[in-house]
């Protein structure tokens, strides 16, 4: 069974840093762009970042710019997110996606981890 597996996530106070990672199993996503998407409770699945499958392009949401940053482990197969400077709003399960391009509409992706939660306490 293909699967993306997310972890990194954890209870951080606010101004904290995490690191999400995320992992296929099953199957390689090394020529896949792969994108990182957030869910609140009561709130839409919103977009975060994205980086192509090669790493020159990235995207991040603009609310979210500055503070981090997306990147893929030398194997290109293992994406990373960033994140600084952390607030109580940042706080939900992020989930990390793979698709054939970079985009921000989640419709684009084709596979999804089961997510990983990031609780920001204030």
């Known amino acids: 069974q293909v699967q993306l597996v997310e972890s990194g996530g954890g209870l951080v106070q606010a101004g904290g840093s995490l690191r999400l990672s995320c992992a296929p199993s099953g199957r390689t996503f090394s020529s896949y762009a792969m994108g990182w998407f957030r869910q609140a409770p009561g709130k839409e699945r919103e977009f975060v970042a994205a980086i192509s499958w090669a790493g020159g392009e990235t995207r991040y949401a603009d609310s979210l710019k500055g503070r981090l940053t997306i990147s893929r482990g030398n194997a290109k197969n293992t994406v990373y997110l960033q994140m600084n400077s952390l607030k109580p709003e940042d706080t939900a399960v992020y989930y990390c996606?793979?698709?054939?391009?970079?985009?921000?509409?989640?419709?684009?992706?084709?596979?999804w981890g089961q997510g990983t939660q990031v609780t920001v306490s204030s």
């Open positions: 996606a793979a698709g054939p391009v970079p985009r921000t509409d989640p419709l684009r992706y084709d596979y």
